[in-house]
């Protein structure tokens, strides 16, 4: 299937110092930066189940990956929704449980996560952030971009997909936002980060459409909507894992 892993920010601004405290780096035992995710808890950062690329450590309290000043903390375990077996067919969501706990201060903050399963409005202005390329073919960047995107409604999405990949059917429990019809949204090689409405953390960016040929997303002139994992279609799995108890 021709999908791609997401979320390198496409025709995005730097984000400020002093906002989206709540972003993490996920980096492999190396120190390089495999996807992006977020601080839900003092105990867990929430990013896509197929960033289980040997995650290793948690970067959080700097947007600015090279800077010295930021605090790195060990992934104690993780959590992998026990339903995902592909991206593509859903379930693309896991939380990491750090090795001790973060205290919200003037650089870290939780971010909200909703409290029951919701739907959004079609075109509601939303935001996405991460770190990567800003183009298809461009250069990696070592600062958290962000972009501003519109809510796209399931049926549009649905079809705008058929369209392209004839047959396929999205899963029921992803959000649609960004990458069709515009020119902005994400791209491949950084998912894991939230799509962001109102405050709270509604998705968990999961895929895109690639080039024909190549394993590059299709990311200057996107031809299907960008797809989120649901987070409030999975509130019970997220709530029994920060409660302590196995998935």
């Not at 601080?39 to 290793?56: I, K, Q, R, W």
């Not at 298809?136 to 519109?150: A, E, I, P, Q």
Request: charge should be positive; aromatic fraction near 8%.
């Amino acid at each position: 299937m021709p999908l791609v892993l997401g979320s390198k920010i496409i025709n995005g601004k730097i984000a400020p110092d002093n906002k989206m405290l709540y972003m993490a780096s996920v980096q492999d035992y190396r120190g390089y930066h495999i996807c992006g995710g977020f601080l839900v808890s003092e105990n867990f950062v929430m990013t896509a189940a197929h960033c289980d690329l040997y995650p290793t450590y948690v970067v959080l309290g700097n947007h600015h990956l090279r800077s010295a000043d930021k605090l790195v903390i060990q992934i104690a375990e993780k959590y992998k929704h026990p339903y995902y077996w592909v991206v593509g067919h859903g379930y693309d969501i896991m939380l990491l449980k750090l090795s001790r706990p973060v205290q919200p201060n003037k650089t870290i903050q939780f971010i909200q996560l909703p409290s029951h399963e919701m739907t959004l409005n079609e075109n509601e202005k939303c935001q996405v952030a991460g770190w990567g390329k800003i183009t298809t073919r461009g250069n990696v960047v070592d600062d958290l971009r962000v972009v501003g995107v519109s809510v796209i409604s399931p049926q549009n999405c649905q079809n705008a997909w058929t369209q392209r990949i004839p047959g396929y059917i999205l899963p029921t429990s992803v959000i649609c936002a960004g990458g069709y019809k515009t020119t902005k949204g994400f791209c491949q090689g950084d998912s894991g980060g939230p799509l962001v409405c109102k405050g709270m953390a509604v998705g968990i960016v999961s895929f895109n459409k690639r080039i024909p040929g190549t394993k590059l997303g299709n990311c200057n002139y996107p031809n299907v909507p960008n797809v989120y994992t649901d987070i409030s279609k999975h509130l019970d799995w997220i709530r029994m894992i920060l409660q302590g108890k196995k998935s």
